[in-house]
């Protein structure tokens, strides 16, 4: 069945430097692609999305690509900020389902 | 405008029982999912409904069911509760604009359940 895998956490970085968080996924058929954000004590958000391939999401600084040929949607953002740190999903969504990964918790130090 | 609603935000049940979490979604949104997530992990696909009628269903035992209503308000009905139930549970609304159901979701704060 589809699945998603995401690096696991947690990732520390300090104010400024460049992030990248890892996500693979298999599926049937053409899937969109979402990153989630989960902030403390708040809900799940939409942080960005891709449907189709090649195609780039981005928001907030963050970036993604739809990469169909080596099935990843790897997260980046050049300078993270302290107001970074949370919880990060990956997501596909696709025959009537939407399935995550076990998300990445980082840390940002000021 | 609202976002999407959820009650109760907390509940405590015992083994063997039965409980019902409800969720409105956002206004003109047609299509609610429902997810289960565990500490630490991520949300578990469990439902996906459209115009009350189920779209989607995930990997959990038929203890677990779900219905939409006209007003496009859902509830979630687990039966005979065990300790693994205990989670948080998330319900999701998009517009579904016939993209087959890739539209982008908003969810609400979820519903805690602990069972004892």
């Known amino acids: 069945g589809d699945s998603v895998t995401q690096m696991e956490g947690p990732v520390t970085l300090s104010e400024e430097a460049f992030l990248t968080i890892n996500c693979t996924y298999t599926a049937t058929g053409y899937p969109s692609l979402f990153w989630y954000v989960q902030y403390p004590g708040e809900g799940l958000q939409l942080l960005l999305k891709a449907t189709k391939a090649d195609d780039k999401g981005s928001n907030k600084g963050f970036e993604a690509t739809y990469r169909k040929e080596t099935t990843s949607f790897h997260l980046e953002k050049g300078s993270v900020q302290v107001s970074d740190s949370a919880v990060y999903f990956c997501?596909?969504?696709?025959?009537?389902?939407?399935?995550f990964g076990a998300g990445t918790r980082l840390f940002v130090k000021a | 405008d609202a976002g999407v609603t959820q009650s109760p935000t907390h509940l405590i049940k015992t083994r063997g029982q039965h409980v019902t979490l409800r969720c409105s979604p956002i206004?003109?949104?047609?299509?609610v999912s429902w997810y289960q997530q565990v500490l630490g992990q991520g949300p578990q696909f469990i439902f996906q409904y459209y115009e009350k009628e189920e779209r989607g269903r995930g990997n959990f035992p038929d203890r677990f069911s779900a219905r939409q209503f006209p007003n496009y308000s859902s509830e979630l009905n687990v039966n005979a509760l065990l300790l693994g139930d205990s989670a948080l549970y998330l319900c999701?609304?998009?517009?579904?604009?016939?993209?087959?159901?890739?539209?982008?979701?908003?969810f609400g704060p979820g519903t805690r359940l602990t069972v004892l």
């Open positions: 999701a609304s998009s517009l579904d604009r016939g993209s087959g159901g890739t539209d982008t979701q908003y």
């Open positions: 206004s003109g949104h047609k299509s």
């Open positions: 997501a596909l969504s696709g025959g009537f389902k939407t399935i």
